[in-house]
Structure formats: structure tokens, C-alpha cells
């Protein structure tokens, strides 16, 4: 599980390739549960915020990357990602797509990560 998530930290800006469900459901397990705890010690402390909007500004680019990976490995591009600015409809689309499982053999974006 930790593993996963440090995996896609180190591959922060890669954004070719393939990821597993397991991969992109972690990594935005252990950002929710971070981000609560952040959110809860800054509000006993009276701080404004500050530290849990650094560490959102922090995984933006590696859960971009990691939202792109998991789009690869449905063998869509990685550009579906802007499907979510289209309102209401675009979010559910996007989730649809992440909770898919994998394309069983190897596609345009790399080997199969479960044959690994």
C-alpha cells in the first residue's frame, strides 16, 4: 500500500506508461486521509490552511501524472483527463474510466503493469 503511494511520488512527473487501479486508488486514499489530518492539526491551531494547501500544490502534478498513467492503461489518451471541466457529466465519465480494470495485453502505452 505505502509502497504504491511512495512509487508514484518518485514518478511525480512521468506521465507515459501505465498504472494500476491499485496504484491510482491508493495514491488518492493516502492524499484524502493526509489532507484530513492536515486540515484537522491546522484547525485546532488556528491556522488558516496553509501547510494543507502546500502539501495540495505538492501532489498536483503527481496525481496528474498518475490520472494520466491510469487513462493509459485503459488504453485511452491521457488528454481525457480534461474531460472533468465539463460539468456534472465529466466527473462520473473520468470515474468510470478509473475504475475499470486494466487492458489485458499490451497496448500503445507500454507492457501490461499486471504482467510485471
Known amino acids: 500500500m505505502i509502497n504504491s503511494y ?34 484537522l492539526v491546522e ?8 501547510v494543507a494547501g502546500i502539501f495540495a500544490l505538492a501532489v498536483l502534478l503527481p496525481g496528474i501524472g498518475v490520472s494520466i498513467r491510469r487513462l493509459h492503461d485503459t488504453n485511452r489518451s ?18 468510470v474510466f478509473m475504475v475499470q480494470d486494466s487492458q489485458s495485453e499490451d497496448n500503445a502505452f507500454g507492457p501490461n503493469p499486471k504482467a510485471a
Not at 80 to 92: D, E, T
Request: glycine share 12%; proline share 3%.
Open 6 to 39: 511512495l512509487d508514484t511520488l518518485k514518478k511525480y512527473a512521468v506521465f507515459d506508461g501505465r498504472a494500476r487501479r491499485s496504484e491510482f486508488w491508493y495514491f488518492g486514499l493516502f492524499n484524502f486521509v493526509i489532507s484530513i489530518v492536515l486540515s
Open 43 to 50: 484547525g485546532l491551531v488556528g491556522s488558516p490552511g496553509i
Open 78 to 95: 491521457g488528454w481525457w483527463i480534461l474531460i472533468a471541466f465539463v460539468p456534472f457529466i465529466g466527473v462520473i465519465v473520468l470515474l
